[in-house]
């Protein structure tokens, strides 16, 4: 079974400062990931994902990610933080057609941004 | 334009009371899913549904219950039986054999549901 570890429940960052949230990932077969970010009571809303292209991913916003298999890992990344990203962030797994399409969710970094 | 809808966005259940969260999608997403989400414990999955009148457990089922009787709709039950049902509830749908491109889940904007 698929699964992500999202490490740090809570990142704090200046505005202008880099933002990395990581995500790493246990599957048995190449697996397609995603970020999603969520914005206090709304549904959640795709960033990026990675289907077996380019390991690295760019997304919406100014966020990009990089997929790394030896590090099993996927984490997400943004140059310079605004105020405006602050929210929750979640990383999420699930496999290629003749896998489980059922995607399944990491427990959430939430995204501090100090002016 | 396409998306999911949830309804009511706020909801409030007395104690022995059933209640049901409306989710509709016209995706043309064959699978459905229901997932509650509290502080700290990211989303967990509900129940699913891949086909019209066929749905299976998710990982946190009981006290839950669901019916697809139509492709666009998947409504979930909350019952008595549900202890615990203060939480945030979202919907969403995917394609169940995607090419590259189609791969994510697509959400609705949640139900928040209180007990009072």
């Known amino acids: 079974a698929q699964s992500v570890t999202q490490l740090g429940s809570h990142v704090s960052v200046s505005e202008g400062a880099l933002v990395l949230l990581r995500c790493n990932y246990s599957?048995?077969?190449?697996?397609?990931l995603f970020w999603y970010v969520q914005y206090p009571n709304q549904g959640l809303q795709l960033l990026l994902k990675?289907?077996?292209?380019?390991?690295l991913v760019k997304g919406i916003n100014g966020f990009e990610a990089e997929f790394k298999k030896s590090e099993t890992s996927f984490h997400l990344t943004k140059p310079s933080a605004h105020m405006s990203d602050a929210a929750e962030y979640f990383c999420?797994?699930?496999?290629?057609?003749?896998?489980?399409?059922?995607?399944?969710f990491g427990r959430g970094t939430s995204l501090i941004v100090h002016p | 334009d396409g998306g999911i809808t949830q309804s009511p966005k706020y909801l409030f259940r007395k104690e022995g009371q059933n209640v049901t969260l409306s989710c509709e999608q016209n995706?043309?997403?064959?699978?459905m899913y229901w997932y509650r989400q509290d502080p700290g414990q990211g989303l967990r999955l509900i129940y699913y549904?891949?086909?019209?009148?066929?749905?299976q457990k998710g990982d946190i089922a009981e006290g839950y219950s669901v019916s697809r009787e139509k492709k666009e709709s998947f409504p979930l039950t909350v019952t008595s039986a549900q202890k615990n049902p203060t939480a945030f509830y979202l919907c969403?749908?995917?394609?169940?054999?995607?090419?590259?491109?189609?791969?994510?889940?697509?959400f609705g904007q949640g139900t928040r549901l209180t007990v009072v």
């Open positions: 549904s891949q086909i019209v009148n066929d749905f």
């Open positions: 999420a797994v699930s496999d290629p057609p003749g896998g489980s399409y059922i995607p399944t």
């Open positions: 969403a749908s995917s394609m169940v054999f995607p090419g590259d491109s189609n791969t994510e889940a697509f």
């Open positions: 599957s048995s077969v190449p697996p397609y």
């Open positions: 990675y289907t077996s292209a380019a390991t």
């Open positions: 995706l043309n997403h064959d699978a």
